[in-house]
């Protein structure tokens, strides 16, 4: 949590806590001075003339204090669509296809990622395959890791829906392959997803998918519901559902930086 006071930032570190806030306001109120807490980027602006405005720091020393959070400053995330151009990965039984709604879901993640400081790269960002044409499934999932290879990226999130031959399957899961940041990555998206989203929570689990399985950074492959269930079909095919999708997504990569 940082202090600006005046607009100069205290040269003090302390964690966000519900006493100091309470404490901070006690004194403000005491003093008839001006604050204001910006929850999301943990910052406390206190103004001693009430009668200025809260004086926001300028926009070089902070780049964006409407940012959800600043622990994303810095890092790089690459987003990986699932399928895409002639594989369109599970079909509902509207019609409806996988590549589009992971597309969709992955564009609007990059968005909230990149407003809040992140550099994101993506295996794909239109409906094509990333290999070429006519690549094996194989030759596909192979692309895709030489992709995120070529990114350093700090983390890399697959983006699935899920599909069964029972139409009842539903619900949310999100995959790693055993190693301990990306367990802690799967963890904390899935449960965030499950808030978001509001769908079954299946759980983050240990799965062995070729791309997580050989991608060199943390890596997770969320299966964000069930395509082949009319309800959860309709709901990846919603805008609604779609940014719900993405927000919390967000919010487990937020999540995970948390220290
Ligand atoms: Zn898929």
Redesign the pocket.
């Given at each position: 949590m940082r202090i600006l006071l005046d607009g100069q930032q205290l040269p003090i570190k302390i964690p966000v806590s519900k006493d100091l806030l309470l404490t901070l306001k006690t004194i403000a109120l005491a003093q008839n001075w001006r604050i204001h807490y910006n929850a999301a980027t943990s910052v406390i602006y206190l103004n001693t003339d009430s009668h200025q405005p809260i004086a926001y720091p300028d926009r070089q020393a902070l780049p964006n204090v409407e940012m959800d959070s600043t622990r994303l400053l810095g890092k790089s995330i690459c987003i990986d669509p699932?399928?895409g151009g002639r594989d369109p990965?599970?079909i509902g039984p509207a019609g409806t296809y996988?590549k589009d709604n992971?597309l969709a879901i992955a564009l609007l993640l990059r968005e909230r990622l990149e407003r809040n400081g992140a550099k994101v790269y993506m295996t794909r960002e239109t409906d094509q395959s990333v290999a070429h044409d006519s690549a094996t499934a194989q030759e596909e999932v192979e692309a895709r890791i030489w992709a995120a290879k070529q990114t350093k990226a700090d983390l890399l999130i697959s983006i699935?829906?899920d599909?069964f031959i029972s139409s009842t399957a539903n619900g949310a899961t999100t995959y790693h392959h055993g190693n301990a940041d990306a367990s802690r990555l799967a963890t904390i998206v899935q449960k965030r997803l499950i808030e978001s989203l509001g769908v079954n929570d299946r759980g983050a689990r240990f799965a062995s998918f070729f791309v997580i399985r050989y991608a060199p950074m943390p890596s997770i492959l969320v299966e964000v519901a069930f395509i082949s269930n009319p309800d959860e079909e309709l709901l990846l095919a919603s805008e609604d559902g779609r940014s719900r999708a993405a927000n919390g997504i967000f919010e487990g990569i937020v999540g995970y930086y948390r220290v």
């Open positions: 699932g399928h990965g599970a996988e992971t699935h829906n599909g």
